[in-house]
């Protein structure tokens, strides 16, 4: 599928899309390990139910920002029927260009003190 | 494993059905493995009572991306079916230039030799092509062009701008022959530039070689004395333009893409 070559045309993501891409960013994930990423990187207030969470997962498919795993666990640790999913080149881009838009809001918000400003090591 | 997480599991299987039958076919075990799974460590923590907070997060869930899925799934299908007429007008308009090109090469019978066939007689044959030309360029853009780099889609849409500019000019606005021309080059040249930007896109390489030969062929066959040749050739591109968006519509009857590793 040929990709625009600017991820930054697919900002801002939803919420759900961003903390899919998020949680799939240091290793592949199946659906529910995907679910106990995004609930504990929000702090439990993300809670992906499994319509969202495919609903998401088939739209960013078909972008081409994910791909399903070829490579199975071992049947004796997992259930070897479940699908793994992992970001793409792309897809890394795209995640990327939206963290980094986000922390721009937050430097945004800390000038005007709306955030604490971190304290400096 | 208690007995709240199998009768949950049932039920949201059975609830299952309301999404669209081929979002359910492709991800409906995943999700109901993910509920169970939920449903599993729920219990394990807080018994029946963390099995009653599963489902009061997922009901919610449930209604709307079952009426989400139904919506995009709606809109594909409407979609579709739009981009299938538009295929079929454009076969049916490359047949219509390939019977302009053969009439309009047919010298009178009994006059060996004499002149070609007036072509004003047959124009509504050429106008009528040109309007299942700018439906199948359509049906294109509908259905091909989201896959492509943005200057080849907007050549495209100059290309289709160009036919419906001529075809105006010409049949609902009647002006002069000059705006006529004005709008076919641009057809012309939208289709010729769409062909040559479409060449360093390896997936759509057949779409560079048939927009090429299309751009080509309708400049070819303005000639009177290669009309037959270039007409008959201008209306099997146009056919098979639209036989393949015709033949990649049906085939998504199966399911959304869905990139596999």
């Known amino acids: 599928m040929t990709q625009p070559t600017d991820p930054e045309s697919f900002l801002p993501l939803t919420p759900a899309a961003f903390h899919i891409l998020l949680a799939l960013a240091d290793s592949e994930k199946h659906g529910y390990g995907i679910m106990q990423e995004v609930a504990a990187i929000s702090d439990g207030q993300i809670k992906l139910g499994p319509g969202t969470l495919y609903g998401t997962i088939k739209r960013i498919l078909a972008d081409g920002w994910i791909e399903e795993s070829d490579e199975r666990p071992d049947p004796a640790l997992d259930d070897e029927r479940r699908r793994y999913y992992r970001l793409t080149d792309f897809g890394g881009k795209v995640v990327r260009a939206e963290a980094q838009r986000l922390s721009r809001l937050v430097d945004a918000a800390r000038t005007k003190r709306l955030v604490p400003k971190t304290r400096s090591a | ?261």
């Open chain 2, 1 to 261: 494993m208690g007995n709240s997480v199998s009768t949950s599991t049932r039920i949201y299987g059975w609830l299952l059905r309301l999404y669209p039958s081929r979002f359910r076919l492709e991800y409906g075990n995943e999700m109901a493995t993910v509920f169970r799974d939920s449903c599993h460590d729920e219990y394990q923590h807080n018994g029946a009572l963390g099995v009653i907070g599963v489902w009061a997060e997922t009901v919610p869930d449930l209604v709307v991306s079952v009426s989400d899925e139904h919506a995009q799934e709606d809109f594909q299908m409407a979609k579709t079916s739009l981009i299938r007429v538009l295929a079929i007008a454009g076969i049916v308009g490359g047949a219509l230039w390939i019977a302009f090109g053969v009439l309009a090469n047919m010298r009178p019978a009994g006059v060996p030799g004499g002149a070609y066939r007036a072509t004003d007689d047959l124009l509504t044959l050429f106008f009528l092509g040109a309007l299942g030309l700018a439906a199948g360029l359509l049906g294109v853009y509908l259905h091909s062009a989201g896959r492509w780099a943005t200057p080849p889609r907007l050549t495209l849409l100059v290309s289709l701008a160009g036919v419906a500019w001529s075809f105006a000019a010409t049949v609902i606005f009647k002006t002069n022959f000059y705006v006529w021309v004005g709008g076919w080059f641009t057809f012309m040249l939208g289709a010729l530039f769409t062909g040559l930007l479409l060449i360093a896109n390896p997936t759509a390489r057949q779409w560079a070689a048939l927009f090429i030969t299309l751009a080509v062929t309708t400049f070819l066959f303005n000639f009177e004395d290669w009309r037959v040749l270039f007409g008959v050739v201008a209306g099997i591109v146009v056919i098979v333009i639209s036989a393949l968006t015709l033949s990649s519509s049906l085939n998504r009857q199966s399911g959304p893409p869905i990139a596999t590793a």
